[in-house]
């Protein structure tokens, strides 16, 4: 496992970000995570994606990040959709039930022609 996490923000559209996210997702990490999006969120961008493809491993504290910032992007008015989601992430996704609460889409740009997911909660 590494420490580091890397982020990387594209906005295609206003409003939207794409953040790709790069590394370990755990309890050394996931507050970066955490801090990272919601500052793209506070920053006018309310519809995040998040690229997970170079996730190679994330634990219940990043599980629980990726929850915070989907309720920091309803509460924007926005949404959070999930792309590439390793194979092993999926599973934990589907586990827990939160792949029934976000939109999880193979690859970034079926994320970007989706329509924003509903912000009910």
Do not use: K, Y
Request: proline content about 7%; hydrophobic content about 45%; aromatic content about 2%.
């Amino acid at each position: 496992m590494t420490h580091t996490l890397h982020l990387t923000v594209q906005h295609p559209h206003p409003g939207l970000a794409i953040a790709t996210i790069g590394g370990d997702v755990d309890m050394q990490t996931a507050p970066t995570l955490r801090s990272g999006a919601l500052e793209i969120i506070q920053q006018g961008h309310p519809r995040l994606v998040l690229d997970l493809a170079q996730v190679g491993f994330c634990d219940s504290s990043g599980l629980s990040a990726i929850i915070g910032i989907w309720h920091a992007a309803q509460e924007a008015g926005g949404s959070l959709s999930l792309a590439a989601v390793p194979d092993r992430l999926m599973r934990m996704l589907s586990m827990t039930g939160v792949d029934s609460l976000l939109p999880v889409h193979a690859t970034t740009v079926e994320a970007t022609d989706a329509p924003p997911a509903s912000t009910q909660r």
